[in-house]
């Protein structure tokens, strides 16, 4: 069973850093693509960041690419993503999702979903 849990969310100002973290309390977090996706107020979930099970390949939105990274832990049991220089835009709900298969962007196609974590970016 797949249990995610998102923390690290906050206010964060322009060109700042922030990570967040997505923790999978479950014992096949290894086997899993993981996904990084947000939710602003009046808008539709959209993909920011996904990962493959080994951590080899990584895809990014256009518009977080060269601002955020991805990586995960498969000792630990996360999957990260480090945002730096965010920008007010960014302010959205983030949540993580796994996937059995290979990584890919369509939220609908991800299996499990954590609860979200907050990220405000002030200017």
């Known amino acids: 069973q797949v249990q995610l849990v998102e923390s690290g969310g906050g206010l964060v100002q322009t060109g700042g850093s922030l990570r967040v973290s997505c923790r999978d309390s479950?014992?096949?977090?290894?086997?899993?693509?993981m996904g990084w996706f947000r939710q602003a107020p009046g808008k539709e979930r959209e993909f920011v960041a996904a990962?493959?099970?080994?951590?080899?390949?990584?895809y990014y939105a256009d518009s977080v690419k060269a601002r955020f990274t991805i990586s995960r832990d498969n000792a630990k049991n996360t999957v990260y993503l480090q945002m730096n220089s965010p920008k007010p835009e960014d302010t959205a709900v983030y949540y993580c999702?796994?996937?059995?298969?290979?990584?890919?962007?369509?939220?609908?196609?991800?299996?499990?979903w954590g609860q979200g974590t907050q990220v405000t970016v002030s200017s």
């Open positions: 479950g014992r096949t977090f290894s086997r899993y693509a």
């Open positions: 990962i493959s099970w080994s951590g080899g390949s990584t």
């Open positions: 999702a796994a996937r059995w298969a290979g990584a890919i962007t369509e939220p609908s196609e991800y299996d499990y």
